[in-house]
């Protein structure tokens, strides 16, 4: 147990379908982050929250829709995806997001397949 | 260049040997240094951290850090199976918590 819970963990959708990711942390964690795992590629970091507000959005195309209603919740709302948008999808979260020495703990993630 | 390599390709070592793991970094800005362990179809754990020179040891984990040469090493002490994994090097910069992740090194200890 991590602390940091994704659902679902596996998740198959066509191109033309809406669904969301959703994430929550249960370790009074002020910051949360969007990570995207590709095969043989590094860690990609996608959208960053610190304290609800969005301080990093990494050149993400718009058919990923980050949320952060509150420190402890994220979601990534997904629509009209590509198959290379197949991956594992990573949430994490950490004190803050200025922190440098604060160390980020990862969910187990959901398997993303684009059919 | 990329800003964290780990270069090494799939590391077998025997079990109750030493492994080692190397990464180097480009942003010499950079100022927190963590190595992750990722079991197949797991979440990336936070093994070491490691902040300034030298070597920090946790358990049979060891991390060296030399900022002049730009490298963060993880030794593994008399591996065991249950170490089998891929493990990621993690840096950031003083200021924020960007973290740059290497591709990672699997590891396979061999009974």
């Known amino acids: 147990e991590t602390g940091v819970t994704q659902t679902p963990r596996h998740l198959v959708m066509g191109m033309t379908n809406k669904k969301s990711l959703k994430c929550e942390q249960h370790l009074g964690h002020n910051a949360m982050y969007w990570y995207k795992q590709s095969a043989k590629k590094p860690l990609e970091l996608m959208f960053v929250y610190n304290f609800k507000e969005q301080t990093e959005n990494n050149s993400v195309p718009s058919r990923f829709s980050p949320e952060c209603p509150n420190s402890s919740h994220l979601f990534l709302h997904l629509h009209t995806l590509q198959p290379e948008d197949s991956a594992l999808y990573l949430c994490?979260?950490?004190?803050?997001?200025?922190?440098?020495?604060?160390?980020?703990?990862f969910g187990d993630g959901t398997r993303l397949s684009i059919l | 260049q990329k800003e964290v390599e780990q270069n090494s390709g799939p590391l077998s070592v025997p079990e109750g040997a030493i492994a080692s793991l190397n990464c180097t970094y480009s942003?010499?800005?950079?100022?927190?240094f963590f190595w992750y362990r990722q079991y197949s179809g797991k979440s990336p754990e936070l093994i070491m951290s490691i902040y300034s020179n030298g070597d920090k040891e946790d358990g049979r984990f060891t991390a060296q850090l030399n900022k002049a040469s730009q490298y963060v090493s993880l030794l593994i002490r008399d591996s065991q199976p249950s170490d089998s994994a891929t493990y990621l090097c993690?840096?950031?910069?003083?200021?924020?918590?960007?973290?740059?992740f290497g591709k990672g090194n699997q590891v396979v200890v061999i009974p």
């Open positions: 942003d010499r800005g950079s100022q927190s």
């Open positions: 994490a979260s950490s004190q803050g997001d200025n922190l440098s020495n604060q160390p980020q703990h």
């Open positions: 993690a840096v950031n910069r003083y200021g924020n918590n960007r973290l740059a």
